[in-house]
């Protein structure tokens, strides 16, 4: 339901900056991540005697998420200071979730091992991508992805890329937004992890379709459990828990599609995360209220384009009334030609 004297111009503007805002933040953060570690790993390597890549991770980790939020302050006009508070980090907080989920991976893996056991089939489970190329234990990979990743994702886009949705849609409609906010966020989640597509480590592409597919389901299952507890560190736990048990997948896996060994476990995380998804929704529906507070749509809502718009369609008004002239104008002229012609 839309908000009284919004029209479908302003609707159309609106979800296009909702869409341009979350696509151009994705950018930012991708190429900022990698820019501040590029500029450390350089600094560091001259003070630091060993150690350099997981300082520099741990620095750019915090630099990127500090920068969004900073940035996100700057688009809003709010404070950001304030977000940690927002978010509750100073309020750590879980719900029965995080055991259902570790539950779920600890039933799944050995599932799957016990089902490769029996079929004969190649073994998905291994520890390679705790390891660098030349097998030595590499702590920096450890440290992305079970503690890193998961702290600057959910508080980026948790915290910040749903944000700027919900506060932009919220501009127009009240109800329904964090509905749409939602799945744009999890859009927003999905594409990041499809430029691994384009990476040019052995990330295969397997690998990589997997980590879309589940990032748009646990994106939408993530963003739900926010807008239910309000606090940013049950999504935390949640990703570091998937994060530990997806670690011991191959980044370079690139099994045939029918391989039952592969192709079972894949499709329960999808499943899994979409049933939980489904019933953090319904629970959502039934409460018509979540502890989500980092917008609030009563007060801090984007400015209405209901200006904007209407110069729009004004302008084109202007032009479809210059447009309706000319015709008439024409038709006359043909009239006149007609009536000389006859005369003659």
């Known amino acids: 339901s839309m908000a009284p004297g919004v029209g479908p111009t302003e609707v159309r503007a609106v979800w296009s900056l909702a869409l341009l805002e979350a696509f151009l933040s994705n950018l930012e953060y991708a190429f900022g991540l990698m820019c ?7 600094l560091l390597q001259y003070v630091l005697p060993v150690g350099v890549e997981v300082a520099a991770g741990i620095g750019s980790s915090f630099g990127i998420t500090w920068w969004m939020l900073f940035r996100f302050a700057m688009m809003t006009g709010l404070q950001s200071k304030n977000f940690p ?10 719900s029965s979730y995080i055991w259902i989920v570790f539950g779920f991976h600890i039933v799944s893996m050995a599932a799957t091992v016990l089902l490769q056991y029996l079929t004969s089939s190649t073994y998905v489970y291994s ?13 920096y990979r450890a440290s992305q992805m079970i503690f890193l990743a998961p702290i600057r994702e959910e508080i980026f886009f948790r915290g910040v890329v749903f944000s700027l949705v919900y506060r932009r849609l919220g501009s127009i409609q009240k109800k329904e937004t964090w509905k749409s906010s939602t799945l744009i966020g999890a859009f927003s989640f999905a594409l990041l992890h499809a430029m691994n597509f384009f990476s040019k480590t052995s990330h295969s592409n397997v690998y990589v379709g997997l980590q879309v597919s589940s990032a748009l389901v646990i994106g939408c299952f993530y963003t739900l459990r926010f807008l239910a507890t309000g606090c940013i560190w049950e999504n935390i736990c949640l990703h570091m828990v998937h994060n530990i048990f997806a670690s011991f997948v191959p980044v370079d896996l690139s099994p045939s599609l029918t391989d039952p060994g592969f192709l079972i476990p894949a499709a329960m995380t999808i499943i899994i995360h979409s049933w939980l998804a489904y019933r953090s929704y319904l629970e959502m529906k039934k409460e018509e209220s979540f502890r989500y507070k980092v917008i609030n749509l009563e007060t801090e809502t984007a400015d209405r384009l209901a200006a904007f718009v209407d110069d729009i369609i004004d302008e084109k008004d202007k032009k479809s009334i210059e447009a309706k002239k000319k015709k008439g104008s024409k038709n006359k002229a043909k009239l006149r030609n007609g009536r000389r012609k006859k005369a003659e």
């Open 36 to 42: 501040f570690e590029i500029m450390l790993k350089d």
């Open 85 to 94: 508070k927002r978010m509750l980090l100073d309020k750590p907080r879980i």
């Open 127 to 139: 520890l390679s991508n705790y390891f660098n190329d030349d097998s030595t234990f590499s702590f």
